[in-house]
């Protein structure tokens, strides 16, 4: 894509995060397929957008704490992201 770099604004989101990282609560069990509190509902947004605008441009969403390995008991994370500028539409979940 080409996008004037001055034509963007970055925001940064920990949605919910540093208080769900604080509380570290690992026992939360899911509602529906969404995990309502602790360290699983943990995740931070990164996006940009057009300053004339205010459209978004492109997200990035990270679950450091996605899931948990049983046997080693390291943290797994994934991330999603999607861009969406022009005619240009892509993003990292299938529909």
């Not at 690992?26 to 309502?36: K, L, N, Q």
């Not at 605008?53 to 991330?79: A, H, K, M, S």
């Amino acid at each position: 894509l080409s996008i004037p770099p001055q034509d963007l604004a970055v925001w940064i989101d920990p949605i919910d995060s540093t208080n769900e990282y604080i509380g570290g609560r690992e026992d939360v069990a899911p509602v529906d397929g969404i995990v309502p509190a602790g360290l699983c509902s943990a995740l931070v947004l990164i996006g940009a957008y057009d300053r004339r605008t205010g459209c978004p441009v492109l997200g990035v969403i990270n679950e450091p704490f996605f899931r948990r390995d049983p046997l080693t008991r390291r943290w797994q994370g994934r991330y999603h992201w999607g861009v969406a500028y022009g005619d240009t539409q892509l993003c990292s979940l299938s529909p």
